[in-house]
């Protein structure tokens, strides 16, 4: 099974691709982490990017499609594969329905997380990860169980990312509903959209995420 997550930015795509990926054995393939690590790394693309990811704008489509055609080259996708950041506008969209078809997948659904604007800059503004095995958490909503602890590993090294911030995230909420919100319209002419409320506590989008996918817990 291959889906899109699709929501703005803080709707809670890679906290549902974590929990996807533990309990269905899909693949996550996020391009926001993709692109941190190229960052981190310091390769060609990581340097194209770095300016314009910390700006909150997006990074081009050519450079984004080429690391998810390389992605989609790896056998684990085979698994099934949830897409997370990914596509983010129409060209991206039209790149990986060509992509899919190269490669003889198919796309089974379309998630459209809905939060509102407002709720999202809060989302964002308390969201860290646990340094080593990427665990997200938040400040109110989502806290280790015991502080400064990582509840999956154990590790005591958390990180925030640069472009959480609330002027940043007034950008990238800008471009989410410039260039990305109209692929639901794109979706929903494909019959393959299933839309959630992305507002509800994290277990309950768990449940209407499983039930949109036809997957029971
Ligand atoms: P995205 O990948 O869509 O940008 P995240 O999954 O990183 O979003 O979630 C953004 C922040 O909101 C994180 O700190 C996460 O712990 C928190 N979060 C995710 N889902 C919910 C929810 N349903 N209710 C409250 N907080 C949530
Ligand atoms: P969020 O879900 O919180 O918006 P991501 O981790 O998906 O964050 O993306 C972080 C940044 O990486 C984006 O603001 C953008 O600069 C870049 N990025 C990630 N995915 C894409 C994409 N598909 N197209 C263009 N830029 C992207
Ligand atoms: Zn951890």
Same mark, same amino acid.
């Given at each position: ?9 803080g ?26 690590a190229?960052v ?31 992605r ?5 996708v ?12 129409? /060209?991206?969209? +039209? *790149?990986?329905?060509? =992509?899919?078809?190269?490669? $003889? @997948?198919?796309?089974d659904?379309?998630v ?5 604007d ?26 280790p169980?015991?502080?400064g ?30 260039e990305?919100?109209?692929?639901? /319209?794109?979706? +929903? *002419?494909a019959g393959? =959209?299933?839309?959630?409320? $992305? @507002? ?18």
């Open positions: 099974m291959n889906i899109i997550l699709l929501g703005p930015p709707a809670g795509k890679g906290t549902q691709a974590r929990i996807l990926m533990d309990r269905h054995g899909l693949v996550q393939l996020s391009t926001g982490d993709m692109l941190r190229a981190k790394a310091g390769t060609e693309i990581g340097l194209k990017a770095k300016a314009v990811m910390e700006a909150g704008e997006l990074v081009s489509d050519d450079i984004v499609i080429g690391i998810v055609s390389d989609l080259d790896e056998p684990d085979k698994a099934g594969v949830i897409f997370d950041g990914f596509p983010r506008t129409a /060209a991206q969209a +039209e *790149a990986l329905d060509n =992509l899919l078809a190269q490669k $003889g @997948m198919t796309l659904s379309v459209s997380m809905d939060v509102d407002e709720l999202l800059v809060d989302r964002v503004s308390g969201r860290f990860t646990c340094a080593m095995c990427g665990e997200g958490y938040h400040d109110t909503h989502k806290r169980e015991k502080d602890v990582c509840d999956k590993c154990g590790s005591t090294e958390f990180k925030r990312r640069p472009d959480d911030n609330a002027e940043t995230v007034r950008a990238r909420l800008e471009a989410y509903h410039a990305t919100a109209p692929l639901i /319209a794109y979706y +929903e *002419a393959k =959209l299933k839309k959630i409320d $992305g @507002m509800a506590d994290i277990d309950d989008v768990t449940a209407a995420l499983e039930r949109a996918l036809g997957k029971g817990a």
